[in-house]
């Protein structure tokens, strides 16, 4: 710890020292910038006593270091100690006691100085959301890796006194039913002990709406549908007082958007630019306007507007379908779990419909191939020498259709062939028994051989 001032450090003094008596009132002290020092920087230590004071000494809990300075010719009332927080070791609770002549003063109350920033910064969230109505249930939960026991939530300086619940084991914060004195910006910190802690979370304000009585308007230009990538602009109207404006998605985790106007005087517009939109922008919007005197503090909602980014299926009403082509809307999916986003769908379909299409033409290529070789099958077996009659005879058969009006010379389009089982049995030179016009004792067989 680096001293800046004039001052004697003493080492072993005894803290509370017994003069002829503690008869002087005890002084008040505190901390400059505050309580919650960032490791590595500059704090200063102030200490009010007496104008009779001549020397003013500084005590640290649990440590036999003490320091003691004059009290400065221009205002004896008051000393100073500037320190350098470089460690965690210079965390802890610090008191203060002047001297005046052989009296010394009562020790002053105790003063907490904690250091943050040794370890990562944790997150701060809201539930149900940043944004309540009095009477609402709000819960405050502190999120960090592990490794740490205790965690610690801070409200800034603003409504009301700076709210400070002191670290516990628990990272969740119930505020209960909240009311206006809740509004205000939050952090959280997690830490080994008491004084010894992280880097704080991002600020959370928690706006609490219905204060004023009057509701702003919404509406959109150049409407509430909008083509895909295109710009929409969000316009938030109050007919009051208001500098401040904030635009909220119904359902979104992340908080309002906030607009600070110049100029307050009513009737007041506050213009959202939402560039590129896409089926994410889609959804139901209300605004809300504040002062910047109280700007945790809002108005009752605006009605809700609904903006429909046109062009795309929304994610939530479409089904997943094999076929290329864009996702039809459902009035509500059976499951949601299959539901995808439009670009999704739209990839999914080409990788789909790709396989199938190619795995169709290949199955066409074969029946192609298939069909014109069996046609050379036939056509060689049409030009073959004739076999010997005992083997087989080909018989052309008559046609199976009716016959036409006009006798073609032309060929038959179907040849059969008609198998001899007497023959086949008996050999190739055994003479035939039956008689003709006998039939025979088995059935035929025939087989169609080409297609002209």
């Keep these: 710890m680096t001293l800046t001032f004039t001052a004697l450090l003493c080492i072993g003094e005894l803290r509370g020292r017994e003069g002829v008596g503690t008869v002087l009132p005890k002084p008040s002290i505190w901390a400059d910038p505050g309580t919650m020092v960032t490791q590595g920087s500059l704090v200063t230590i102030w200490c009010q006593g007496s104008l009779l004071a001549d020397v003013y000494h500084l005590y640290k809990e649990k440590s036999s270091v003490s320091w003691k300075a004059k009290a400065p010719q221009g205002s004896r009332n008051k000393a100073w100690f500037h320190f350098e927080f470089s460690s965690s070791s210079e965390a802890g609770q610090y008191q203060c006691a002047y001297q005046s002549r052989n009296l010394w003063s009562e020790q002053s109350d105790p003063l907490p100085l904690v250091v943050t920033g040794l370890s990562r910064a ?6 149900p959301s940043s944004l309540v109505l009095p ?3 709000l819960t405050l939960q502190c999120r960090s890796e592990a490794g740490f026991g205790s965690f610690a939530l801070t ?4 409504l009301s006194p700076p709210l400070r619940l002191e670290g516990q084991q628990s990272p969740d914060f119930p505020l209960g039913r909240v ?14 002990n008491s004084y010894t802690w992280s880097a704080p979370s991002t600020p959370l304000d928690i706006l609490i709406a219905g204060e004023a009585p009057l509701r702003p308007s919404l509406s959109a230009r150049p409407g ?16 009051v007082q208001s500098d401040t404006f904030h635009l909220s998605k119904e ?5 309002p958007l906030h607009l600070r ?27 809300y306007s504040s002062r910047s005197t109280a700007p945790h503090l809002l108005s009752l909602p605006s009605d809700p507007l609904e903006l429909l980014v046109s062009g795309e299926a929304p994610p ?14 459902r009035a509500a999916p059976r499951h949601p779990g299959v539901c995808a986003a439009p670009g999704l769908t739209r990839h999914l379909s080409v990788l789909i419909g790709v396989p199938v299409a190619f795995v169709l033409l290949l199955l066409a290529l074969l029946l192609l191939f298939l069909r014109h070789r069996g046609q050379d099958r036939c056509r060689k077996s049409a030009s073959l020498p004739p076999r010997p009659p005992g083997f087989a005879h080909l018989t052309p058969l008559p046609s199976l259709h009716p016959p036409k009006a006009a006798t073609s010379e032309a060929p038959q389009d179907v040849t059969y062939a008609q198998l001899d089982h007497s023959s086949i049995r008996q050999g190739v030179t055994a003479p035939s028994n039956r008689q003709s016009g006998e039939h025979p004792a088995e059935p035929s067989v025939y087989a169609a051989l080409a297609l002209h």
């Design 316 to 329: 939530w009403s479409c089904v997943l379908r094999v076929r290329t082509g864009p996702c039809a809307p």
């Design 224 to 239: 509430a549908s909008v083509p895909r990538g295109e710009n929409v602009t969000l316009q938030c109207r109050s007919e």
């Design 179 to 192: 009311s206006h004195a809740h509004g205000g910006r939050y952090r959280c910190y997690r830490g080994h």
């Design 251 to 255: 359902g979104s985790l992340a908080p």
């Design 261 to 287: 106007l110049q100029d307050p005087a009513p009737p007041v517009q506050a213009n959202f630019t939402l560039r590129a939109v896409s089926s994410a922008h889609s959804g139901s919007y209300r605004c």
């Design 135 to 137: 009477g609402d249930n």
């Design 122 to 127: 944790p997150s701060l969230f809201a539930q």
């Design 155 to 158: 409200k800034d300086e603003g």
